[in-house]
């Protein structure tokens, strides 16, 4: 006899409500989460614009720094310590501008000391850069020191050439007087997987496209290119020759040469008027200056909180650059910086150092 077991349905049975009835259908969930979504999306929205209602108040025209004391003391006079570090470009050049700005409405400001620590850059920002600081000191007549760091190379040693006494710290490498024109070509990379450039140029505008990377190596292109990097050359040269004047050797070869020196050999070759550290320069700038004391003050970008409440991250309310997004994309887990693939695609003068 078999066991009790449960009891059996007669034909035709079933429980009265089907498996599933009651489980919420796919397209109720969906509209959830879109209606979630739009919550989320509006509150981030009431966030967004608090913010910027909120810092509005606190913005100054694109002029925010920070000041950090280097130096303190009773005195009512100051040095301005202003550094250019990493690699020069348009936002170093925009930034040094602000720099000099508030510099230039503080009354208290006897002299700037450039703090250079950089292989250099773009020879565009290098410039505009080594502009400012002579259009500063021909309009408020304050002597501008560069107290230069481990590196103040190529486009750093071309911002330095504007200043009116140079100092190097024992370990620091400089000069590097050159011009790089950055190129890559791949057109043997495309014959092998059978891809060609088409590139369609306007009738008579032979010049348009020469130089491509995806064309091969062209004689005339080469010829082409090398006059637009030896005339860059030529302006670096002679920014070298007007800052450093009756400075520089009569036979200038072992200067114009790319070659990187140390700051015994730079002292050598008149590139450099003296050795030493930050806080020297920061003495003879008070002598240059006329004043006795003078407490030392060095100008910062803005703090990340600062920037927030500036507004400039959010909007560009003051008239001033706002911060630029990342300009980048992941592809299958690999990131991709666009601008920097764009500066590949369309190579630029650089005065940079490219031996570190």
Known sequence: ????????????????????????????????????????VLLLDLVVVNLVVLAAPFASEGRTVRKQTVVDNAGDQSIVAIPITGIIDDDTATQFDNFLSVAQDDKSVKAIVLEIDTPGGSATASDVIYHRIQRYKSETKIPVIAAMGGMATSGGYYVACATDYIYAQPSTWTA???VLLPQFNVSELMTKYGVKETTIVASGADYKNLGSMFQPDDPKARAYLQGLVDAAFEQFKNVVREGRKDKLPKDT??????????????MKLGLVDKIGYQEDAYGYAKTKAGVGEAKVVRYLPPSRLQQLLGADSILNLSGGKAQSPPSGVTIDGVSVDLRRLAELIAPRPMYLWRGN
């Open 1 to 40: 006899m078999p066991p009790p077991g449960p009891p059996r349905m007669p034909p035709g049975w079933g429980p009265p409500f089907g498996p599933g009835m009651f489980q919420p259908k796919a397209r109720g969930g969906f509209l959830r989460l879109v209606l979630a979504l739009l919550v989320v």
């Open 176 to 178: 590097n007087i050159g």
């Open 253 to 266: 070869s072992a200067i114009f040469n790319g070659r990187v020196y140390t700051a015994d050999e730079a």
